[in-house]
């Protein structure tokens, strides 16, 4: 009797689970690339701007500020990262470099545009980084602090970076 209820159970499941095991596929309207296609022509026709950059968002301070800080952080790190690896690569030791850069006798120009180019990012991203850390702690969100925080920094990053420039 069991052997019976047994066979016939399994019978029965295997044709429930033909029943459930079949595809069920609903039609397929469109591909994504014609969804696509639908949705850039509409935008044409409706005269939208296909790309925000400089359509949509005008520049501002903060905008600015945000992607001076990050230009200068990555434009130092790889500094750092490749005057490292030159250093290590090349033959002889630092002492030497150095007479070999005196000995160009490059002008005062020249040394000033350098000591700037070394001065502006350190000088910038270190100030900028204390308004984000003012951020952190949530002091500074208001639009008109907003502002004025950007506009400080800025002022004090060219004083500042004249400093090292021209008095160090």
């Not at 160009?104 to 070394?118: D, E, Q, T, V, W």
Request: aromatic share 14%; glycine share 6%.
């Amino acid at each position: 009797m069991a052997a019976l209820i047994r066979v016939v159970g399994r019978q029965c499941l295997l044709q429930q689970q033909s029943f459930f095991m079949q595809k069920r596929v609903a039609p397929v309207s469109s591909t994504a690339y014609e969804e696509m296609k639908k949705y850039w022509d509409k935008n044409r026709k409706l005269q939208r701007p296909l790309s925000p950059f400089l359509t949509v968002y005008k520049p501002h301070l903060a905008m600015m500020t945000s992607l001076t800080h990050r230009v200068t952080g990555v434009a130092m790190q790889c500094a750092v990262a490749g005057i490292s690896i030159t250093l290590l690569a090349l033959p002889g030791d630092y002492p030497h470099y150095l007479e070999l850069v005196k000995s160009m006798s490059l002008g005062p120009a020249f040394i000033y545009a350098m000591k700037l180019i070394l001065a502006f990012p350190v000088t910038y991203h270190f100030l900028n980084g204390i308004r984000h850390l003012a951020w952190d702690a949530g002091v500074g969100f208001g639009l008109k602090t907003l502002y004025k925080s950007g506009y400080f920094v800025m002022a004090l990053t060219a004083v500042v970076t004249t400093y090292f420039v021209f008095f160090l």
